[in-house]
């Protein structure tokens, strides 16, 4: 009868090298899968996608209509009418001088009526009822009896890609509305106010305008007074008359931020009246909303306290 150690040596040998051929055998096959495996990715791989190429980017800004309207305005205050020139879309057929119509346009700045504020942000612009896609009424210019409404397109630049322009058919409409202005002559305010102060310019605005800009600021602050003044006037008599004491609300903590709201929208007002640049007067409008932001929510926290 054989020991145990004496099968072992007989046996384990030939179970050995069974497991050392398998374990060869499955290294080799591995190698040889990874080998292939490299060889295969290129072939199989789909081809990488082309990159899109990036937009142009229009160099003056006219991506947007309330972009295109601020650097027509923005050039025309500058006197730089070659520019602004870029900012007019030319009618077809017409051999006519863009400088001059973006001069023409600069000049009718103040018989505009809209508010510039509200035009779009949108590269695409907005959906308005009678236009076509791709139109944006911004206003219209108003003089004497007659009427053109303001209207931007947008068309392709081969520089500046997709922008916008003052319609060609707007722009067919200044020289005729520029030369019933000028036949008009000035108006009876300009009349009163010498011509030395109406024609040199300061920053875009003539001296008078700066003048009444300066002017308006203590008026309206008067004229705010004045009006709180008569408007507790009434209850000041019947208390004086009963011999009641009276206080009114402009002489409590919320007196002042209401005096302020009142001064600040005749101010307005007046600046209105002043036909200042239209780049100014939106620039200006957003300042006097500030202003009533603040002083509004002065008057809300000393509603709180009151």
């Given at each position: 009868m054989p020991f145990p150690g004496e099968y072992r040596q007989g046996i384990n040998p030939s179970r050995d090298w069974t497991c050392a051929l398998r374990i060869v055998?499955?290294?080799?096959?591995?190698?040889?899968?990874?080998?292939?495996?490299?060889?295969?990715?290129?072939?199989?791989?789909?081809?990488?996608?082309?990159?899109?190429?990036a937009a142009p980017i229009d160099p003056l800004g006219r991506e947007t209509p309330r972009s295109a309207v601020q650097g027509l305005l923005k050039y025309g205050a500058r006197r730089d009418f070659t520019t602004a020139a870029r900012y007019l879309q030319l009618p077809p057929g017409q051999d006519t001088d863009l400088a001059q119509l973006a001069k023409e346009f600069q000049a009718l700045h103040t018989r505009f009526k809209g508010d510039l504020a509200l035009l779009s942000d949108d590269p695409n612009g907005t959906v308005e009822a009678g236009l076509p896609p791709g139109q944006v009424r911004a206003g219209v210019l108003e003089v004497g009896g007659t009427t053109a409404d303001v209207i931007l397109v947008r068309v392709d630049d081969p520089a500046g890609g997709k922008i916008w322009l003052i319609s060609q058919e707007t722009v067919a409409k200044v020289p005729e509305l520029y030369a019933q202005m000028e036949s008009e002559g000035p108006a009876a305010a300009e009349r009163i106010v010498p011509a030395s102060l109406r024609s040199r310019q300061l920053l875009g605005m003539s001296l008078a305008q700066w003048l009444g800009w300066l002017l308006s600021i203590p008026i309206s602050w008067l004229l705010a007074w004045l009006l709180t003044f008569l408007l507790s006037a009434p209850r000041r008599i019947w208390c004086e008359l009963r011999k009641r004491p009276f206080r009114t609300v402009w002489q409590t903590p919320l007196g002042m931020p209401l005096r302020c709201i009142i001064a600040i929208l005749m101010h307005g007002f007046f600046v209105y009246l002043l036909e200042p640049p239209l780049l100014y007067r939106v620039y200006y409008s957003r300042f006097l909303g500030v202003c009533r932001e603040y002083v509004s929510t002065s008057l809300t926290l000393r509603?709180?306290?009151?």
């Open positions: 055998l499955s290294i080799f096959l591995f190698v040889g899968s990874a080998a292939r495996l490299p060889a295969q990715l290129p072939t199989s791989a789909s081809p990488p996608a082309k990159a899109e190429p509603l709180e306290i009151y």
